[in-house]
T-cell receptor
Framework: DTGVSQNPRHKITKRGQNVTFRCDPISEHNRLYWYRQTLGQGPEFLTYFQNEAQLEKSRLLSDRFSAERPKGSFSTLEIQRTEQGDSAMYLCASSLGPVGQGMNTEAFFGQGTRLTVV | EDKVVQSPLSLVVHEGDTVTLNCSYE??????LLWYKQEKKAPTFLFML????IEKKSGRLSSILDKKELFSILNITATQTGDSAIYLCAGHNTDKLIFGTGTRLQVFP
């Protein structure tokens, strides 16, 4: 499978615990995005990477959230001291370059990690 | 602030009907508009539009972009129950996709 891969698919955690999600983008895609989606809403932007550089972070990304892409390939998103409000689907997407700038620059999404904080 | 607005929020039709989904956008440094289909899990890519007036077509689905009026439409002809899903529209600036809240389409037999 050469699509975007996310692990785990589901995560249930107790409030206050730390969680880490992983995203493996499509090979050779240098842009990687993290989004969060809650019920009835469209995906909300969290952050994105161009290769290993994190170029933008949303105001939604509080200091409890951190994302890395150390070698410009896979990325991790960590949430520390989880709160019930963090319960959501966390989506990762990748693209070959800036979306819309040239051919084959569509953004493709992984299956997501559904986080439930109890 | 960048925003994408989709209408209607919800649509209920019978198989065989034709539907039109609307998307208007206000996105600084606009580069492209994308449509996705979401069925319980992750969004599945449908179309990417970068130029005005050029229709993109895939089977019974088609889409077009108007960069002057800042909107796009997604048409689905001869709807089937398998078309039931949330359809998401997103505008891309130089950095990221900005999504609307989606249109929930329900197709009944």
């Amino acid at each position: 499978d050469t699509g975007v891969s996310q692990n785990p698919r589901h995560k249930i955690t107790k409030r206050g615990q730390n969680v880490t999600f992983r995203c493996d983008p499509i090979s050779e895609h240098n842009r990687l995005y993290w989004y969060r989606q809650t019920l009835g809403q469209g995906p909300e932007f969290l952050t994105y990477f161009q290769n290993e550089a994190q170029l933008e972070k949303s105001r939604l990304l509080s200091d409890r959230f951190s994302a890395e892409r150390p070698k410009g390939s896979f990325s991790t998103l960590e949430i520390q001291r989880t709160e019930q409000g963090d319960s959501a689907m966390y989506l990762c997407a990748s693209s070959l370059g800036p979306v819309g700038q040239g051919m084959n620059t569509e953004a493709f999404f992984g299956q997501g990690t559904r986080l439930t904080v109890v | 602030e960048d925003k994408v607005v989709q209408s209607p929020l919800s649509l209920v039709v019978h198989e065989g009907d034709t539907v039109t989904l609307n998307c208007s956008y206000e996105v600084t440094n606009f580069r492209s508009l994308l449509w996705y289909k979401q069925e319980k899990k992750a969004p599945t890519f449908l179309f990417m539009l970068t130029s005005s007036g050029i229709e993109k077509k895939s089977g019974r689905l088609s889409s077009i972009l108007d960069k002057k009026e800042l909107f796009s439409i997604l048409n689905i002809t001869a709807t089937q129950t398998g078309d039931s899903a949330i359809y998401l529209c997103a505008g891309h600036n130089t950095d990221k996709l900005i999504f609307g809240t989606g249109t929930r389409l329900q197709v009944f037999p």
